[in-house]
């Protein structure tokens, strides 16, 4: 199940070190990065956490929250549209 929308970064400041931010929506990650803690950045990816804290990038979520049925509020034509898009939006699903 897909519990978090997150941001893969790679800060610059410390040797290159990856982490990954769970956050509400997308672009809160890189405002928390940027304006809270002033690193310099390099965004790696996009995606969602599932509750076993694995990173999925969009497409690989769109995948996992259908088979978990976390799209079976939206209607047809809008779960076939992530589906065929392969492109997870956070609004999707919370």
């Known amino acids: 199940m897909i519990v978090s929308a997150a941001v893969k970064f ?14 509400h929506r997308h672009k809160d990650g890189m405002l928390i990065c940027e304006r809270l803690l002033g690193y310099k950045l390099y965004c790696l990816a996009e995606g969602f956490l599932t509750d076993a ?22 209607g047809e034509e809008d ?6 898009s392969e492109c997870l939006m956070s609004e999707d699903l919370w």
Do not use: N
């Open 10 to 23: 790679i800060l610059d400041d410390y040797c290159g070190t990856e982490v990954c931010i769970p956050v």
């Open 53 to 74: 804290d694995e990173f999925l990038d969009r497409a690989a979520a769109a995948e996992h929250a259908y088979e978990c049925g976390q799209l079976d509020w939206l």
């Open 79 to 84: 779960k076939e549209s992530v589906m065929i």
